[in-house]
């Protein structure tokens, strides 16, 4: 089955906690703290792979989960970090976050990174210092990144064939290649591309047959608006007019469609190299005829062809190297620009019930702060202050035991008291 598009759902490893250990040992007094930290969570990325033609594995399986670090231990034992995880996708692959493309991986072994792994909680042992010799604290693990991927498709191919439906796309990519598509008498028969190589001598090239258009098919109707994007990664367009009048139109009327879809599909696709074939040689009495009355309506060349007998698929294949040969050289893709962006550290606002404080570096103090341990609490309470969210909270008018929310967690607001010294 032929799937071109997918959601998926990823996530980073969760990194491991921290230990909270203190060296015991006979004849070791006051061994200290040796609680080590633990590991990173594993990263996930998405790789390009040669091999793969379809998103068919990430529709059915769309979670997607790096590994999680290992917890520190005593004696200074940090933890492993988890193992990163390569997710394989057919070449061509768009991958976008929140609408926002991160990559457009066209190249074998080309990956790109989607969702961090979290860092891993600091143990007791890095917390020492020399006003605190003895700290009772360690960190929780930072949870993985969370991300919806949507992934989309475009088959990369040097040539695409398009052509009204039952044009003869299939019976030329079986001539041309060793592809065996599912071919009928009758419109509609191909559903999804279908790809295959060409050699002509010494010189290979990749052949996409894309399903048929039909007119409308850029404003949805049909099946061809499904396929349109496929076509955007071909070098040549090969466009097949059908000459046996299967379905009653003139030849060029048919392709007068084609043509005007591309272009109110993209003029960028419709700017592409094109040749124009004529198929089913093999069906009409007077082919010779029917190619020049084509020719002067359309004002341009065509070559007549049938795949059936392979008459004209020696030319066509001498045509489509030319072709290629003579184009440009691809330019090497631009860098996109770096831009920093400067978060701050938090934002804070009034709701009906209390007060909602988000931001990426207090979301992830909240998650690797273990409130069971009095110092970590007190320590979570001294960087907030530190940061300023004591005073812009009280700038929005917070009083005494009012909601404060941050992440997951809930608590009341306490005023800090201070305590004047006696002269």
Avoid at 196 to 211: L, T, V
Avoid at 323 to 341: D, N
Avoid at 342 to 371: H, Q, S
Wanted: glycine letters at 12%; charged letters at 25%; proline letters at 7%.
């Amino acid at each position: 089955m032929f799937i071109d598009k997918a959601r998926v759902y990823v996530s980073g490893g969760n990194g491991g906690h921290g230990c909270l250990s203190f060296r015991r040992e006979k004849f070791i007094p006051r061994g200290g703290p040796n609680g080590g930290n633990g590991g990173k969570g594993g990263d996930v990325y998405f790789v390009a792979d040669l091999h793969l033609r379809t998103l068919l594995d990430l529709s059915v399986k769309p979670h997607c989960q790096g590994e999680d670090g290992r917890p520190g231990e005593g004696y200074n034992r940090h933890g492993r970090s988890g193992e990163d995880i390569f997710i394989k996708v057919p070449l061509g692959t768009v991958v976008k976050k929140e609408e926002k493309i991160l990559a457009d991986l066209v190249s074998p072994g080309e990956n790109v990174l989607v969702a961090h792994g979290g860092r891993g909680g600091r143990g007791n042992a890095a917390f020492k210092t020399s006003r605190n010799n003895a700290p009772r604290i360690a960190e929780k693990g930072e949870p993985g990144e969370l991300v919806t991927a949507d992934l989309e498709l475009k088959v990369i191919a040097d040539i695409g064939l398009i052509g009204l439906p039952n044009a003869g796309k299939s019976t030329l990519l079986a001539r041309l290649t060793k592809a065996h598509p599912k071919i009928a008498a009758y419109p509609f028969t191909t559903l999804s591309p279908n790809l295959g190589m060409a050699a002509y001598k010494d010189f290979h090239f990749a052949i996409a047959d894309i399903p048929g258009l039909i007119e409308g098919a850029h404003e949805g109707r049909g099946l061809g608006h499904e396929f349109l994007r496929h076509v955007e990664r071909t070098k040549i367009l090969v466009h097949l007019v059908d000459v046996s009048g299967f379905d009653g139109a003139k030849p060029e009327k048919n392709f007068d469609i084609v043509r005007k879809e591309l272009k109110a599909y993209s003029p960028v696709l419709a700017g592409k190299p094109q040749i124009v074939v004529l198929t089913k040689k093999d069906l009409v009495p007077t082919p010779a005829g029917i190619l020049s009355r084509f020719k002067k309506k359309i004002r341009g060349t065509a070559l007549l062809v049938s795949a059936a007998t392979g008459d004209g698929i020696d030319t066509l294949l001498k045509t489509i190297v030319k072709t290629i040969q003579a184009l440009p050289p691809e330019p090497l893709p631009a860098q996109a620009p770096l831009h920093l962006v400067l978060e701050p550290d938090f934002r804070a606002w009034r709701e009906e019930d209390g007060f909602r404080v988000t931001g990426k570096k207090v979301e992830r103090l909240v998650a690797m702060t273990n409130f069971a341990q009095p110092e970590a609490a007190q320590r979570f309470h001294g960087i907030l202050k530190k940061m300023g969210l004591d005073r812009s909270l009280r700038d929005l008018g917070i009083h005494p035991g009012d909601a404060v929310r941050i992440g997951t967690l809930e608590f009341g607001y306490e005023p800090e008291v201070k305590v004047e010294k006696r002269p």
